[in-house]
């Protein structure tokens, strides 16, 4: 049998494994905020992938944030070497969930099986992504154990807030340099017949206004911050979010809206301190001495963060130049620079031809609007040849009654089997028909 149809029978014959399995993800609650249960499901994957004849290590990210001995940041990194020595596929999928929320119409950690779709909270984002390349991996190796290379399947803590304690931690320890690994897939959510290829960059910065308290009947005693304030926002509406919209990408992001520089004001806060939900009296009658925005401003790869941080002080700089006596701090919080994987990178080559050959369509290509755990295999790693890809909706994602459907966890599962047998060398001489 040739090796396309072999790969694809086993994992036809799997199915009622990848459901189990899917199943048995979803009902280790793996809440971040705080970080629960990741030793469980480290333990979990630790006996399914020894079976499997990986090598396994669990590795806690002692010290990185959120890290306790109440809510430790447990990792497991997964290696299987072949049969001689060649390249590396590394699968990475973070374990984390977020939180359930409201609205759900079944048990979110239930894993209910109901017409071809299995429920709970991460199960697209991204457990069924993590147990689709499980699948292929043991399929691969069960129809090629003679294969040259390795791959490695990593379960990662605390994608959903910022992945300090997973994938950044992971490879500030080296697992991810280019020696060691050469080929990465993230089996998040993006759709089984499309490639992502990165996302834009963030960032993230306090703008806080200057004023002077005095009491309310007489605001011209004081300056309020507050008016200020206001004028910022102002200018941005008249100035800034214009330009902004002018700025298109050549970065296939999705969806359409997110083709463009963009800029969310996170929160605002000035004067008197939000009274307790408890407190029955009256505010307090003071002018605002201080006020304060968060920022979230994503850009694009043709932008450089030099120039949007200077947007933002030429901004502030115009709106003093009309207030006497005007006076505004910036403070950064956190950035991370816009990534994009070149189309004739391997990892994405074999996945698009993976993809013609299991769905019979033409990949697409896209790019996130948000940053997921690439940026630190990027930027930390040093290793370019990296995309997400993994079966799902993503619009499902951090809803009520997220869902993630059998057959196209078993599609994108032939798609990672076929990509593994044409990256891992002894069998590139193979004819794949
Ligand atoms: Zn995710």
Redesign the pocket.
């Known amino acids: 049998m040739p090796l396309t149809s072999r790969l694809v029978s086993e994992i036809d014959a799997r199915r009622d494994d990848l459901i189990a399995l899917t199943q048995d993800l979803i009902r280790i609650p793996t809440l971040n905020p705080p970080g629960n249960c990741y030793r469980d499901i480290c333990e979990y994957l630790d006996a399914r992938l020894s079976a499997s004849g990986f090598a396994c290590e669990m590795k806690r990210a002692v010290g990185t944030p959120g890290d306790s001995e109440k809510y430790p940041r447990w990792n497991i990194v997964a290696r299987r070497e072949g049969a001689t020595p060649g390249e590396c596929v590394h699968f990475n999928s973070?374990t984390d969930v977020v939180a359930v929320g409201e609205g759900w119409t079944v048990d979110p950690f239930g894993a209910e099986l109901k017409d071809g779709r299995i429920y709970g909270r991460g199960a697209c984002?991204?457990k069924g992504g993590l147990a689709a390349s499980i699948i292929a991996a043991e399929a691969f190796i069960a129809a090629c154990p003679d294969f040259a290379g390795a791959i490695e399947i990593s379960g990662t803590a605390d994608?959903?807030t910022g992945g300090y304690g997973g994938v950044a931690w992971l490879a500030e320890q080296g697992h991810f340099s280019p020696e060691r690994v050469q080929h990465v897939i993230i089996p998040?959510?993006l759709h089984k017949d499309r490639i992502c290829l990165g996302h834009r960059g963030v960032w993230w910065a306090e703008i806080e206004t200057h004023g002077r308290i005095a009491h309310g009947s007489m605001p011209f005693l004081g300056d309020s911050a507050i008016r200020h304030m206001g004028a910022v926002l102002d200018e941005m509406e008249r100035w800034l979010y214009p330009l902004l919209a002018g700025k298109r990408t050549e970065m296939p992001v999705i969806p359409e809206g997110a083709r463009q520089s963009t800029m969310n004001i996170n929160s605002i806060h000035g004067g008197e301190p939000e009274p307790e939900p408890d407190f029955t009296g009256f505010p307090a009658a003071c002018v605002a001495d201080r006020c304060r925005i968060v920022i979230d401003r994503r850009f694009l790869i043709e932008e450089d963060l030099s120039e949007v941080k200077a947007e933002i002080a030429t901004l502030m700089e115009r709106v003093k130049a009309d207030r006497p006596g005007f006076t505004y701090e910036i403070r950064d919080l956190w950035q991370v620079t816009p990534t994009m994987t070149e189309r004739d990178a391997p990892v994405v080559q074999s996945v698009a031809r993976a993809i013609g050959k299991v769905l019979n369509r033409d990949a697409g290509y896209v790019v996130s609007p948000g940053t997921?755990d690439q940026k630190h295999i990027d930027r930390i790693g040093r290793l370019k040849n990296c995309i997400a890809y993994g079966p799902g909706v993503l619009d499902l994602?951090h809803q009520p009654d997220e869902w993630i459907g059998v057959d196209d966890m078993a599609d994108s599962a032939k798609v990672m089997a076929l990509t593994l047998s044409e990256l891992l060398a002894g069998l590139r001489t193979l004819s794949l028909s």
């Open positions: 973070h984002d991204m994608e959903e998040e959510p997921y994602a």
